[in-house]
């Protein structure tokens, strides 16, 4: 893992390094996450925590299982009924 050593400056704004910054796909003014994980400060993209969230969802689901398919199924099955 890359380390890059960094200062706080006022208000407590911490420069990301261009090179993370370019990995990550940011562009001034983006918003961000920055969540406190035992201890560490994390800042990752919305990108990312919708695909954290997906992988969390998807631990509880057998792979041959489609809850997309099986919500647009419902939706159907409710506007019929309408």
Do not use: C
């Amino acid at each position: 893992m890359l380390q890059v050593k960094t200062k706080i400056s006022e208000g407590g704004r911490v420069a990301i390094p261009a090179e993370y910054f370019n990995q990550l796909g940011l562009e001034v003014g983006d918003d961000v996450i920055v969540r406190l994980v035992d201890g560490e400060i994390r800042i990752f993209t919305f990108a990312q925590a919708i695909q954290q969230a997906q992988a969390w969802v998807r631990s509880f689901t057998p792979l041959d299982r489609s809850l997309v398919d099986e919500l647009i199924r419902e939706r159907r099955q409710e506007s019929q009924h309408e």
